[in-house]
């Protein structure tokens, strides 16, 4: 008679908290697979961590190139002051508020599906009617305030802010669609930096176009 038919001897399953053996065939799921929309796709797709956005010096920089590209076609002697007032604008307010504005919107627009259609249109129409508004307005109240003439600030937003916004809207919902369908979210405020030079370069002429030049020579009496 043969030998006894035995069955195969299978390898033990490693204890817990160690790793298995190199005849193990146990395989660990590739990071990302599963379900895009299921209960893990939160976990599996976090946001980047927005590191240069958290520094809003890329904003005062983009101020800084904006105004002086604008000062140049004044032909006047470059105003330093003018151009320290609209950078000290992307300091204070443009950098820290633009981070935690990008960060709330990550967070609270469909983050398990942040690049989707239906993500991007509604983070469009968020930044460009909610925020868009208020920090077209701050910005010319802000630049009369630095120049000292805080009594002017109201009519001066009220003169300027509706055409600006209506040039904002021609300008950035195309870029901030590309942005946030995209841009990773720590390249963002990069991204933005880019483009808000041009922008910038358009409200220092529009703030300061026709006031920042000189007042035409007398006409000479005809006799």
Same mark, same amino acid.
């Given at each position: 008679?043969?030998?006894?038919? *035995?069955? #195969? ?8 908290? %160690?790793? #298995? ?12 697979? $599963? ?12 946001? #980047? *961590? +927005? ?11 983009? $101020? ?7 000062? %140049?076609? %004044? ?27 990008? *960060? ?44 000292? +003439? ?13 055409? %600006? ?20 979210? +720590? ?8 483009? $808000? ?27």
């Amino acid at each position: 008679m043969g030998a006894p038919h *035995r069955p #195969p001897v299978l390898p033990a399953a490693p204890a817990p908290g %160690t790793r #298995p053996g190199p005849g193990s065939r146990s395989r660990r799921p590739c990071p990302g697979s $599963g379900p895009p929309f299921g209960r893990g796709a939160g976990r599996a797709r976090r946001l #980047p *961590r +927005d590191r240069a956005a958290a520094h809003p010096r890329p904003l005062a920089s983009g $101020g800084i190139l904006g105004d002086a590209l604008a000062q %140049t076609t %004044t032909g006047l002697p470059f105003d330093v002051a003018r151009n320290l007032r609209l950078a000290a604008f992307g300091l204070v307010f443009g950098g820290p508020a633009g981070h935690a504005w990008h *960060r709330a919107l990550d967070a609270r627009i469909l983050p398990r599906a942040p690049t989707s259609l239906a993500a991007v249109a509604a983070k469009l129409a968020a930044d460009q009617l909610l925020f868009a508004p208020v920090a077209t307005a701050l910005l010319f109240a802000f630049l009369k305030v630095a120049e000292g +003439d805080p009594a002017a600030a109201l009519p001066f937003v009220a003169a300027n802010w509706w055409r %600006t916004l209506k040039a904002n809207w021609c300008l950035w919902p195309a870029a901030n669609l590309v942005a946030f369908a995209a841009i990773p979210a +720590d390249l963002r405020i990069l991204y933005a930096n880019a483009v $808000g030079v041009l922008w910038c370069c358009y409200v220092s002429i529009a703030c300061n176009g026709p006031a920042s030049l000189p007042p035409p020579p007398p006409l000479d009496h005809l006799e």
